[in-house]
């Protein structure tokens, strides 16, 4: 799990931090101020993929501590991501059904 | 751990692709939700992956099939049951939630790497490699970006989530000296930061660092008033994205590092977007301690505003005799859950050839957007809201503005009154339009805890009551005209 410990590894991941840093830049800079809720709660759902994270720690985990850990680490990503993702979608749910013709 | 296979590479890759897509297309109305159920496609993907080809996941089943049942049904229910109106807190305990899943990631691996909880493979690997057995920088720095980064979000998002749910008060809680704590907690956290990357890795050391910085997120937070919650939310999600994309760090993980550095930085420019709304800087909004500050305009006046008041039928009238009215709504509507009658009285206005607009303030109501979620809930139609900007200069032929429950974005004292904490921020020109009325619960003062000079002038009558029961009776009115 220390892989980020080899120097080329350390690159690579500076690498795709820096460009995926400029892609959300990008990406998100023209929004109606309609929309800054919905995407907010939507960004935040994204977030929730630390629940992958959590899965791995719970993966090596052994000792009580740690798996205590996990399963807090666990609980509180799929929080994340499960009720980010559901909020998001009752937000835009909102939207449907009507004539989205203007803007 | 073992070097990720090509396959799982890929997985991540589409999943990648899949959030900047969903992201992208969260940011047009017409492809919105097709961009978040992409999005938790591309989720359930990689989720889907890891536990399918983790190594050791089926020895700890237990545990994600424990804190997935629970954080899912803790999840969908709070999604599902909140009320429109309390959205936004409910973004925010998500938010916090993966704050502190990050910040547990964070401690685990720390915990791991400094010799295991009991003894790990990997620890004595870590230690054998680097013989100083100080971890590199390279380790113990997003190590506590994470850590501290994802306690503060976690922390800074329950208060926040407390002050818009009434538990904490909403008005920005100081006291003197308020800032030289914050500052010395800052130095703290940075000496123990450098001290436990250069100096040793001890473990009381690291969760004293952790333990500070659930306490800083508190501190930052608690200053801030309701008002400019959305923009702290918006800004702890960010947060939260760093963190996480911290943790990828740590992991050796693409899959994390790609998406907490997206959210990382579309939450930096949402917040900025937020903070330009309300014409404020986000330093302004951090350390303004907004509506503490000293000048006439703060309330404890109000009360002693001489106010014109107006009964529901005389209400109804005007506006029923009128030419064009324009709605301003604000959170008093959502709080009242008034939306649905205020929708009959578009369509009686509407059948009566009265010209109806409503006038959304970007920060009406708590979150932007907030109101327009709310009225497209009552079947409003959508071209019939406008935005701050396009409907400004109707307000003068308007024969009646009408505001629900809006209180600050309608304060004309942001035009003119440098002393008003609310100066500069752009505002609907209420006070143009030919006759006002306000209505409100009572005489309070708004979110941002001032005075509100519109009451006072002598166009503006006032309304007070629930605003769902008020426009019932105008409503009723109307049909009566």
Known sequence: ?103 | MIDPGPLTIGVYLVAAVTFILALKFLASPRTARTGNLLGAGGMALVVGWTFATTEGMLDHLWIVAVGGVVGSVIGVIGARRVPMTAMPQMVAIFNGAGGGAAAVVAVSEFLTATGGMESSLLGDLVTFIFPPDLLPASFMIPTLLGAVIGSVSLTGSVVAFGKLQGFIAARPVTYPGSRIVAGLLLAALLALAVALTVVTNDRALFLGFVLLALVAGVLIVMPIGGADMPVVISLLNSYTGIAVAATGFVLGNYALLIAGTLVGASGAILTQLMCRAMNRSILNVLFGAFGTGGGATVAGAAGEQAVRTINAEDAATLMAYGKSVIIVPGYGMAVAQAQAPVRDLMDLLLARGVDVQFAIHPVAGRMPGHMNVLLAEANVPYERLKEMDEINDDFVKADVALVIGANDVTNPAARTDTTSPIYGMPILNVDHAQNVIVLKRSMAAGFAGIDNPLYADPKTAMLFGDAKDTVQAIVAGVKAA
Do not use: Q
């Not at chain 1, 931090?17 to 935040?44: D, I, Q």
């Not at chain 1, 559901?86 to 749910?93: A, H, I």
């Open chain 1, 1 to 103: 799990m220390t892989e980020t410990l080899d120097p080329r590894a350390l690159v690579d991941a500076l690498f795709i931090l820096v460009l995926a840093a400029f892609v959300g830049y990008e990406v998100v800079s023209k929004v109606p101020t309609m929309l800054h809720t919905p995407l907010m709660s939507g960004a935040n759902a994204i977030h929730g993929v630390i629940v992958v994270g959590a899965m791995l720690v719970a993966a090596a985990s052994d000792a009580p501590v740690a798996i205590g850990l996990a399963l807090i680490g666990v609980t509180l990503g799929t929080i994340n991501v499960v009720g980010g993702f559901v909020v998001t979608d009752r937000m835009l749910e909102m939207f449907r059904g009507r004539p989205d013709d203007k803007k």
